[in-house]
């Protein structure tokens, strides 16, 4: 039998309606799943803080047990785990076994979290023993997309697992196997106890009844700025944390002394890689005047040249867009962006959701895909003059996710980096990049900070206790 049997893979009834699981490229049918509601949100939450007290109790060797062997699942499970993403996300394979490994890396990592340190003693003025000790919170609330539905995920759900937690997901409906339903039946398989992952697929309703509810105290969510406004707003108001991973609109700086012979295929990953679906997409290229000319003409050929097609069926570089909603989006902006004056230099066209990469030259501030995340499959290209006008322009942003810089002299690019507000630099990369060891997050409009990897994932998911021991009860003057 399969890890992800149609007819098995939701045990627990929900209350809301059959949502077709939809393969992009083809709009075929996969299957289909049962929604959760608003309603369905309360008695999750309930059963899930039933089963953590136990979990929480489990020796912490216990926890990083079933996270090693959910790592070693999505590598038994690989050529099945391939093919989900690959129909229901529209990845092309590669970047479907991308997915795959981080999620891996990323249960490892939180099996190794398990075992932390767990506080510090404390110097007291008083006769006692006095230390810190981080705490489960209880139950964590997880809400993710559907651009890369596995990881973005798995790199909350596997950390909040293995310090203690039961945690609620709720993915993307339609990423709903690829961002949920896997992740159930590999920790299933795995081992963890019945009652500790409550998957939720469903819509905003879903999610706000998953930030209101007083037995989730963190939330853990991934997607656009705007609806991350919404969610830090009501946890806000609910006085409980939520870790914020939003939009950006990156930026990558090409100094005058680039070796464009190399430069040009980083480039073209940073702004087509999962046709741009990505937060941390080049959205801007900032390339040096005596280089631009010669930088969009290359740039241009080379998306000309990539294959976009059906990733199941074909060998391409580009797969198709989520769904048509994404596609108008994009189409869009590419239009008002020609014409608002800029030029069309490769790409443009779309034929279903199959969107051809697109080079735009000649933009600038009033550029609608160059002052916008667009989330497609567009490389803004823009001249500057200066180091100076470099930074500005990269710093001109309400986002603040990620910055690659490109020069032979690395002293200079990491100067550079000092003076545009990012949580990410990659000197001589572009500005797609993520390992489970790594922190990850933006600033400004791009998040509230890094908050995954190694100490933040510590920080996020447990509280803090202080403690006191004494020997005799303390005396006081009343």
């Not at 339903?181 to 398989?189: D, I, K, R």
């Not at 867009?321 to 902006?333: E, F, M, P, S, T």
Request: charged letters at 20%; a negative charge; one cysteine or more.
């Amino acid at each position: 039998m399969p890890l992800l049997d149609p007819t098995t893979w939701q045990s627990r009834s929900l209350s809301g309606p059959t949502y077709p699981v939809t393969e992009p490229a083809t709009g075929d049918s996969l299957g289909t799943v049962v929604l959760a509601g608003a309603e369905d949100v309360a008695p999750a939450a309930e059963a899930a803080l039933a089963a953590q007290a136990e979990w929480a109790r489990a020796p912490h060797f216990v926890r990083a047990a079933v996270l090693r062997k959910a790592g070693d699942l999505f590598g038994a499970h690989a050529d099945e785990l391939r093919e989900w993403l690959v129909r229901e996300s529209g990845s092309v394979p590669g970047k479907a076994d991308f997915e795959l490994h981080v999620a891996a890396q990323e249960c490892y990592e939180a099996a190794a979290l398990a075992s932390r340190p767990a506080g510090q003693v404390l110097p007291s003025e008083a006769p006692r023993l006095s230390y810190t000790r981080r705490v489960p919170v209880g139950a964590v609330g997880v809400i993710s997309p559907f651009n890369a539905p596995l990881i973005l995920s798995i790199r909350s759900v596997a950390p909040a697992l293995a310090v203690g937690n039961a945690v609620l997901l709720k993915p993307d409906p339609r990423t709903a196997v690829c961002g949920g339903l896997s992740l159930a039946a590999v920790f299933a398989e795995a081992g963890l106890p019945e009652g500790l992952l409550h998957i939720l697929p469903g819509g905003a309703e879903t999610g706000a009844a998953l930030v209101a509810d007083p037995r989730v105290p963190v939330i853990s969510f991934t997607g656009s700025t705007a609806a991350g406004r919404a969610v830090g707003e009501a946890a806000g108001r609910h006085l409980k944390r939520a870790h914020l991973e939003l939009g950006g609109n990156s930026a990558l700086i090409v100094l005058e002394d680039a070796d464009l012979d190399a430069v040009i295929s980083t480039a073209a990953w940073g702004s087509f890689f999962h046709q741009g679906q990505i937060c941390m997409t080049t959205g801007r290229h900032l390339v040096h005047a005596s280089l631009y000319e010669e930088y969009v003409e290359r740039l241009a050929a080379k998306a000309d040249a990539l294959a976009v097609g059906d990733p199941h069926r074909a060998r391409v570089h580009l797969g198709p867009l989520i769904d048509v909603g994404q596609l108008g989006k994009v189409h869009a902006l590419v239009e008002a962006s020609t014409a608002a004056g800029a030029k069309l230099a490769a790409g443009g066209t779309h034929e279903d959701l199959f969107y051809r990469p697109t080079v735009l030259a000649g933009v600038d501030d009033r550029t609608p895909a160059y002052a916008e995340e667009v989330f497609g499959p567009v490389a803004p290209v823009r001249a500057f003059g200066t180091p100076d006008e470099a930074a500005a322009l990269a710093g001109a942003s309400s986002y603040g996710l990620s910055l690659g810089i490109v020069t032979r002299d690395t002293a200079r690019g990491l100067d550079l980096a000092e003076r545009i507000p990012t949580g990410i630099v990659h000197i001589n990369d572009q500005t797609v990049n993520d390992e489970a060891v790594a922190p990850f997050g933006g600033v400004a409009a791009s998040g509230t900070g890094a908050r995954f990897g190694g100490e933040a994932n510590l920080e996020a998911f447990t509280d803090v206790r202080w403690t006191t021991v004494r020997g005799d009860v303390a005396p006081y003057p009343f």
